[in-house]
């Protein structure tokens, strides 16, 4: 017996639509999450957080120091400790979706 599919394009496009939605998602998480661990003196640094593009950026001039943990309420950095968590944060947004 042969099953036969006449329009995988419309397949294509559900699971293209669904892909980037959860590409967003996690940008969007490791952005909140990155932001939530930057150290707050006049909150710059920390709502220097945006999504640009395919990354997550700062362009606060010092926040490569602070990711360097020159900032003792951030010793470990922020960046890199997200970057860490990053298969538990697409774990919990597949299971979201």
Known sequence: MTT???DLSK???FIEKDLESMI????KEVR???ARKTPVLSGRARDGWEIEGTKV???????????QGTSAKAPNGMVGTTLVEIDG???EIL???
């Open 95 to 97: 299971n979201k979706q």
């Open 11 to 13: 397949i294509t496009i």
């Open 57 to 67: 950026i700062n362009k606060v001039p010092y926040i490569g120091a602070l990711e």
């Open 4 to 6: 036969q599919v006449n």
């Open 89 to 91: 944060i697409i774990k």
């Open 32 to 34: 909140d999450r990155v």
């Open 24 to 27: 967003v998602d996690v940008r």
